[in-house]
Structures are given as structure tokens and as C-alpha cells.
């Protein structure tokens, strides 16, 4: 059976960390836990589990964090866990069968991350395979039986473990400020850190938050020569513009994303910035583009529910306008009334995909 250090990083983890830790304690043959400046009872509630309890200055830095706790580990294998996180019963059984079965070449094993409740800040489906259990140390292997050369991909196994991810409230301010201190330091993002700052813009920023993130997509969308990079910035900038009301720069960035493959995200702001103009008709166009036309790049809501509460908000503005002037039986009536219950009907049944 392999061994396992369990490697956590904390800070003001109290009102969750023990129900971490009950789940998962006795599946882990060592516990570090490593406090970036708790002030609550964090490292108290820590050290019912473990001794092995150790500080660190936080630096605004989740990785520099996740390294210290790996260096102080000396298992076959580390599992990294969130305050946040749950085992389940039937999970915990999969996580013991998966420790006594595991390959010695197994260097990563993936399990599938679930997020429940509304506090999705990233996530595109309730389901997503994560790299949760490293192997500590990597041996390295040569392959191929002629101009042989050293195996540098990872071994990595796909568990059916799935770990619930509950977490008790978002945490996309804290994520936005190190996003900007990331890119003030380093003058760039990796695609990885750029895609994840976009998606929680789109999905928690509020006005000062898109504000704050304005000349940095302004900066990528202007000098980044890879096309998935304009194009994220792309549906950032055009939330920016509708919100400021700047209607030249929305249509110039909106009118150049046409001429490429339409994206989701882009629709939706059309849809979104007619019905602000009350011109309803046209929203009607565009966030059925959205909704069946087109795909999301970044929040897959905006080619799903999203577009479609637009198309019935839309339909009941139209149908209210139309009733106030014409018989409720004419086949203008009756076609909003059809075209109604359908987006009615898709927008209730839409449901995030199960799993990516």
C-alpha cells in the first residue's frame, strides 16, 4: 500500500477545516500543515490532527506556499487538499482502494473535482478532472528502443475519487489582487492565469473589478499576437465598454470578433446592451445567437441560461407591448405566446454540464 503525506496550506480556516479533516485524516500516513498568518483559531484546530504544524509569510504567492508544504513531506506520495474540500463515505472507500492499488509508475493521479452551491467562481461543468496526488519523488526513465531518450510526460491516472468542493463564500477579491500583482511583477500572464482571471471577471467582477482589470486586457488585447488571447480580452473589454456606455469602442471591438468565429460571450453582450437600449427585436437576434448559434469561450452560462432568460425577458417585453395594441388572438400574438413557452421551457430545463 503506498503512503501518503497529506500538504495543506492555511489561513483563517477555522469554520471548515476540521470537517476537512475528519474526512480525510486517517486515509493520510503523515499530516503537514502550513499557516500563510491565520489570526482565528486555524492552527489550533490543526494541531488536534498533527504536530506537524509550520509558518509561512504569505507573499501573495499560492505557489511558493504549495512548495514550502511539499518540502516538508516525506511519503511515497502527497495529496493536496483545501480547507474546503470533503470526502465522502463512498469516497473515502474509492480513496483506500485507490492507495492500495496504485502503481509504483503512477506519478499523478487526477480525481474529479465537484463544486456544489453557487460558488462557482471558475468552473465550466460540476465536474472537472484535477491533479490532487503527486508522487514525491520522480524517477526517470529511458524509452524508445532506438535514439532512446528520457521519459519527461508524467505517468498519470484518471480515479473515479470525487472530492466535494464546499466552499462557504467566493473568493474572487482575493483572487483579482493577486492577479494584478502577478501581472505588475511579471508584466505578463501564462495562457493558464490569463484564461482563469478572465473567466472570474465574467462571472463574480463587479464594476470596480473590470475597472481595475481594464488596462491589462486593454494591454493583451493590443500587443498578444495568439488569437485566444485576443479573444478572451476581447469579451472582457467589450463588458467594460457596455458598462462605461462607450459605444464606439463596444461596437469597434464587438463588429472585429464578427469577423472572426463569433464567440458566446460577445453575442450575449450585444444581446445584453439592446435590451439596455430597449430595442428588443434586436437583443431577440443576438442572444439567440448566443444561445444556439455560437459557443462560450470562457462562461458557459452565456451560451446557456443566461441567453435564454434574455430571450424570454425579451418575449415578454415584445408580447406585453403587442397585447396593449392588438387583440391577444392575432398570429402576431400567438407567435410571441409559441415562441414564449419554447425559450420558457429551454431556459428551465438548462443545466450545467455534468462533467469535463
Known sequence: MATISLCMIVKNES???ARCLDSIADLMDEIIIVDTGSTDNTKEIAA???????????TSDFSAARNFSFSKATMEYIYTADADEILDDAN????LRLKD???PEIEIVQMKYVTQGTFDTVLNAKKEYRPKLFRRLRTFTWIDPIHETVRLTPVT???DVEILHCPQSLHSKRDFSIFIKAFEHDGQFSPKIRTMYAKELLKTGDKKDFTDAKPIFQLIFDNDPADDARKEAACVLARIYRMEDNKNEFFKLTMKDMLTTPCAEICY???TYFVGQRDYAEAVLWFYNAAYETESILDVHTSGDLPLLGLVECYETLLAGEEAKIPSDTALTIQYEMMLDKYREASRDWRMP???
Open 15 to 17: 469554520a471548515v477545516l
Open 48 to 58: 488536534q490532527y498533527t504536530s506537524r504544524i509550520y509558518d509561512f509569510k504569505w
Open 92 to 95: 473515502r472507500e474509492r480513496f
Open 101 to 103: 492499488a496504485l502503481l
Open 157 to 159: 491516472f484518471d480515479s
Open 269 to 271: 453582450e450585444l444581446g
Open 354 to 356: 455534468e462533467e469535463t
